[in-house]
């Protein structure tokens, strides 16, 4: 008897052990990256999709949000996705046009009229078809769009007309839309990794930038411009991706609750970045930039003349129906 007690403490503490690793592996661990400040709304969401993520799931889905660039570049995000490296990721839909070139169409310079077009764009049959040939596509899931916001250009010196932009040493994203807005304005087009654009501003390697006025903000680019044009070229989305394997991870329900969370807190996101604008604005003529409107069809003439939005990706007919979101002139 006493010879026997031992084996059968040892087997159940063996029980115990298992128990506890077969507990501790159903717990998903992610990973959400993204290139944003800490201090961004981007960053807000997702901390706060986490943490209504973890609570729902009771605890059995914990996502560690890892912002500025901590984990790579956006252009990296895809295959990060694909290859399990990173399991969520913001990445811009002009990025993921790269793989699949019919989401370029909402990156096409010029393509929509004003914010309330946009709006129209994000809740529209167009936006979820494409998303849905995206995930066919790529086997991830983009799962929500978020608005990013209106690209404005910044600048060291005015910049009225397309022609002050010939020879321009101007930011802009790898992206193929982004390339053409600097191409067809005859500017030349510099590619850097983002966390870098403050320094290259600083030193002149690069004399404008383009990107929305929260990210002036975040990344205290008035610190280093001091123009802004309203040119509004792209209003701007990112898509919320998971990635192939890490969606296939999660149960049904599982699947159900992470993506009504996920487009939950985009519309939370949404209506952030269409509140913050006025104020960015603001707050950037309050530290001294020079805030300007420009003729945006003077801009989109010269668009046009470069490429089509269907020679930059776009399924035949799908401009059309774009345009037709905006309602009657």
Sequence with gaps: MKNILP???AAILLLAWGSAVAAQ?????????????PTSIFHQQAELAARKIAEQSDGKIKIEVVPASKMGQEADFPLMLANDSMQIAYVGEATLAEGYPPLSLGSYPFAFKDLDH???YLASPLLADLMKGYN??????MVATVYYGARQVTSTRPLSKPEDFRDLRLYVPAAAAYQLFATALDA?????????????????????QENPLGIVKSKKLYEVQKYVQLTAHVYDTLGIVIGKAAWARLTPPQQTMVEKVLVETAKWTNVGVIAGELEDEQFLRGKGMTVTPVNRQLFLERIVKRATPEQQG???GDYAKLQALAGPN
Excluded: D, I
């Design 314 to 316: 776009a399924r035949p």
């Design 136 to 141: 066919e596509k790529s086997g991830n899931r």
């Design 188 to 208: 030349k087009p510099v590619t850097l990794p983002f966390m870098s654009l403050y320094g290259a501003l600083k030193k002149n390697e690069v004399e404008a």
């Design 118 to 120: 946009m709006r129209k």
């Design 7 to 9: 084996w059968c403490r």
């Design 25 to 37: 592996a159903q717990v998903l661990q992610f990973k959400w990256g993204h290139v944003y400040e």
